[in-house]
């Protein structure tokens, strides 16, 4: 049975190795597949999407390590992804810093605030700790709309690219861009697998399970909470920087708690608990609200009565209709699904007690 | 003098949609353990479907406000007690994939009001004497802070009288303090979580027509802007108390508006703060029980 | 089996995912005080709460000869289980006669005999019942149970924490209750246990070790230290 699952585990990670390879050879390939991507896989538009979907598979790993491995639901998660993007972005503007030291000061700021929050927050538990989450989130929201001059307000920071290397700006470089994300899903991949295995990350799980019995076994829970809160914010932060340089700017809708919802929604329709869920979840999210987009804005919609049209042009309005529908109906999420289509067994139970243990 | 009396005042109204939101909210999770991230689209639909009709009849009569009250009130009971019963009910017992479903629900009503009535506010009509100003001690305090309070103030005595004189009422009061013992009982607690639901989709609801007025317009993003602060209510008053909610409500408003105008426009951070000091000292809120 | 008016049969438990009770299996008669008795953590207490659906279970549970394990808490109560859960749980911001109003299932509750039973508790109907003494709590939590007409009664653990004389006063009530109604009785103090049970079933390790006369088990001291590891 042991040498079954180190042999299945193997055989995941080659997987995901010749998949790693496959997406880096993506930019130097021409391939196109209709109706899921906008254009050749050598395009700039098609490797901008791509590279976004990474990002969002890495964010949705962040937030599983949060959510799935240590059981806590934030609803603040943004505000890290947010202090990344805000924060090299003003650091880019209002210093002369180059990126890499501009990169530095900011990492520094996100674990100093990941761990003064983080230590606020744990505090307390379950709901109380989501409701805090939210509202610090909520706070920072409030302090990039309320300061323009900093931030950019309303309208978004435009990324000052006086100190970035050549190499990471305009069109013709999506590329690099696009290699960077893949590496740095990579590295989110390989430290969440890291920390999860850990003896701080096994003693987080069994914290979700029984706090009581940590505290017994002479572990503070507290300690390996707040371990995985800054690390999951640290490698949300790193999100938001890179999504900064690919986007070219941010938008205050970073901050939202809105987006949290977003990256919680990716995590489980990828399902809880599941790593490689997570990365699926972040990439088809991604391609869909693209493709719904595009959809909302067809002609076949436009032309479409009233009660079809208004809800089929509104991609959210589909994404949270399919999120309820994967809540009731799937649970444990795509993984869970897959799982389920091998085994030809029903692990609907351990998904949900998954679920429940997150609790 | 007048300056404190009218913050004060404006602060009570604020307080008071607060508690519109936060009461059904805390009811909510004190019986059923369901954080419900629907509420805002059960005030910004009611706030709509006040709107709307105000359209139809005219909205500068009495009668039509006092009709849109009440049909705000009943499409948020409707429409809350139909998502209990639809989807939450489906997950019994299992709450965080009930959160989830109401974040689903959040997110696709908005949407779905974005695409029915558009994202820029719409701006409503009352009757002329909402918008005029009545001077209590020296403050020129707009008239529609006072149907607020009132309407908050007879929710808070109609919930009360509620939970006080009825069976349901006594079920869902016992519920809160051990459902399973409720069960026990011989009793089927689901049909409860109905009920409260739809109470709170109710107040929900009215709170979105009378929203609509303190703010002058409706908007999709309505209920979802209040509902953050009524989370922030319902944490710092104690889940599942409605005392502790009403106090609470009273107290982040007041202390908003202050900031705001004597701090340079912090209200909300000091609102933020609030909170952080209150789960320091006293994690389980001012009149929460022990988690 | 259809002489019994409670079947047990291959019952298991868990409380979040911990194995509590392991295919446990017993048949109660329908008459007098059943002692279902073992050694600590033998999971007597998560076996009443199995029966009744308050925590996860497999297993058959038969009531008057109908299946219920599959049946929701409130629908197994409804058929006429009284329960008298350990630690009283009675809720503490209501008043005492909301308590036992609140526990009315039947049309015509039989208030007469709580007032005779208890009538500590009609005098202070008006208070809450969480400023009441331990032993006015149990007395709540037993009269929720009496207050209506039931086919049997699961009783825990009702002398915990008492003072003696309030032990006496549960003893007799139950004793009362006992005539009309079959009571399954988990207890720690072996004198109620001589006192009102007729019949006991101890349990270990999920098997019945023991099923029959309680007299002749707890007067013979040897099968007692056996048995419960206490004499």
């Known amino acids: 049975m042991k040498s079954l699952a180190r042999l299945s585990q193997r055989t995941w990670w080659m997987i995901g190795g010749a998949f790693v390879v496959l997406a880096a050879l993506l930019p130097l390939l021409n391939i196109s597949i209709p109706g899921v991507l906008p254009g050749a896989t050598y395009t700039p538009g098609t490797l901008q999407l791509l590279a976004l979907s990474l990002l969002f598979a890495c964010l949705a790993l962040s937030y599983h390590l949060l959510f799935g491995t240590a059981g806590m639901l934030s609803f603040g998660h943004a505000l890290y992804f947010a202090l990344g993007a805000y924060g090299l972005g003003i650091v880019l503007k209002q210093t002369d810093l180059t990126l890499i030291p501009a990169l530095g000061l900011t990492l520094a700021i996100v674990i100093v605030a990941a761990y003064l929050l983080g230590s606020l927050s744990l505090r307390v538990t379950g709901i109380s700790f989501a409701m805090v989450t939210l509202a610090f989130a909520q706070a920072g929201n409030v302090l990039v709309r309320r300061n323009p001059g900093l931030t950019g307000g309303e309208e978004g920071l435009r990324l000052d690219t006086t100190h970035i290397p050549d190499f990471l700006v305009g069109v013709v470089n999506t590329r690099n861009l696009y290699w960077i994300s893949l590496a740095l899903l990579v590295i989110v991949f390989v430290v969440v697998a890291w920390f999860e295995h850990s003896r701080a990350g096994h003693a987080v799980t069994a914290t979700r399970e029984n706090e009581l019995r940590v505290r017994v076994l002479g572990l503070r829970p507290f300690g390996v909470k707040l371990m995985a809160f800054v690390i999951a914010s640290v490698l949300a932060s790193l999100v938001g920087m890179l999504h900064l340089l690919l986007q070219s700017g941010t938008t205050p809708r970073a901050t939202s708690a809105d987006f949290t919802l977003t990256i919680l929604v990716i995590v489980v329709l990828g399902g809880v608990g599941s790593r490689w869920g997570a990365i699926v979840g972040g990439i088809i999210y991604t391609l869909l609200d693209q493709r719904l987009t595009a959809l909302a804005a067809s002609d076949a919609i436009a032309g479409l009565p009233a009660i079809l049209r208004i809800p089929l042009s509104e991609p959210l309005f589909i994404l949270g209709t399919l999120f309820i529908l994967v809540v009731l109906f799937l649970p444990g999420g795509i993984a869970g699904a897959v799982r389920r289509l091998g085994t030809g067994a029903q692990v609907t139970p351990l998904a949900r007690k998954q679920l429940e243990e997150a609790e | 003098m007048s300056t404190i009396v009218l913050l004060l005042i404006t602060g009570l109204g604020l307080g008071a949609l607060y508690f519109l939101v936060a009461s059904g909210l805390s009811l909510i999770y004190g019986l059923m353990g369901v954080l419900n991230f629907a509420h805002g689209s059960f005030l910004t639909l009611g706030a709509f479907a006040g709107w709307e009709l105000a359209r139809r009849l005219g909205g500068e009569s009495w009668v039509t406000l006092i009709a849109s009250l009440l049909l705000g009130m009943v499409v948020g009971a409707i429409v809350a007690a139909a998502t209990e019963f639809l989807l939450i009910r489906r997950l019994y017992n299992r709450h965080i994939e009930q959160v989830l479903v109401t974040v689903g629900l959040a997110l696709a009503t908005v949407a779905l009001f974005d695409g029915i009535w558009g994202t820029d506010p719409i701006y409503v009509t009352a009757p002329p004497w909402l918008s005029q100003t009545t001077e209590i001690l020296g403050a020129r305090v707009p008239n529609d802070r006072f149907l607020l309070i009132a309407a908050a103030v007879l929710v808070l005595l109609a919930i009360v009288a509620f939970l006080r004189f009825t069976r349901f009422g006594l079920v869902i009061r016992a519920g809160v303090e051990n459902r399973s013992m409720v069960t026990a009982l011989g009793i089927d607690v689901r049909k409860a979580f109905t009920v409260v639901f739809a109470i709170g989709g109710a107040a929900a609801g009215l709170g979105g027509v009378l929203a609509s007025h303190y703010f002058g317009y409706v908007s999709p993003q309505l209920g979802g802007s209040l509902l953050i602060f009524a989370f922030i209510v319902t944490v710092i008053g104690g889940l599942g108390s409605l005392a502790g909610a009403a106090i609470a409500s009273v107290a982040v408003a007041v202390l908003q508006q202050f900031a705001n105008y004597f701090l340079g426009g912090t209200g909300d951070l000091m609102v933020v703060l609030l909170l952080a000091v209150v789960l320091l000292v006293r994690p389980t809120g001012i009149l929460g029980k022990k988690a | ?231």
């Open chain 3, 1 to 231: 089996m259809t002489d019994s008016i409670l079947t047990v049969s291959n019952l298991s438990a868990s409380i979040d995912g911990q194995q509590v009770v392991e295919s446990v299996s017993f048949a109660m008669r329908p008459v007098g005080v059943t002692a279902l008795l073992g050694r600590n953590g033998v999971g007597k207490t998560s076996t009443l709460r199995a029966i009744l659906g308050l925590i996860e279970r497999s297993g058959d549970v038969t009531i008057a000869g109908e299946r219920v394990d599959r049946e929701p808490t409130h629908r197994i109560v409804q058929r006429g289980v009284g329960y008298v859960p350990e630690d009283r749980e009675v809720f503490a911001s209501l008043t005492v006669a909301e308590n036992l109003r609140l526990a009315e299932r039947d049309s015509s509750p039989n208030r007469e005999l709580i007032a005779e039973l208890f009538p500590d508790l009609t005098q202070r109907a008006g208070q809450l019942a969480g400023t009441l003494s331990g032993g006015q709590q149990q007395m709540v939590s037993l009269a929720r149970a009496l207050v209506n007409d039931n086919r049997v009664l699961l009783v825990d653990e009702p002398t915990k924490g008492l003072a003696p004389l309030i032990v006496m006063d549960v003893a007799r009530a139950l004793a009362r209750a006992a005539e009309t109604v079959p009571v399954l009785l988990v207890e720690q103090n072996l004198q109620v246990v001589r006192m009102l049970a007729e019949k006991a079933i101890v349990l270990e390790g999920g098997r019945v070790v023991y099923d029959g006369s309680a007299d002749y088990l707890l007067g013979n001291e040897a099968l007692t230290k056996e048995l419960l590891g206490v004499a």
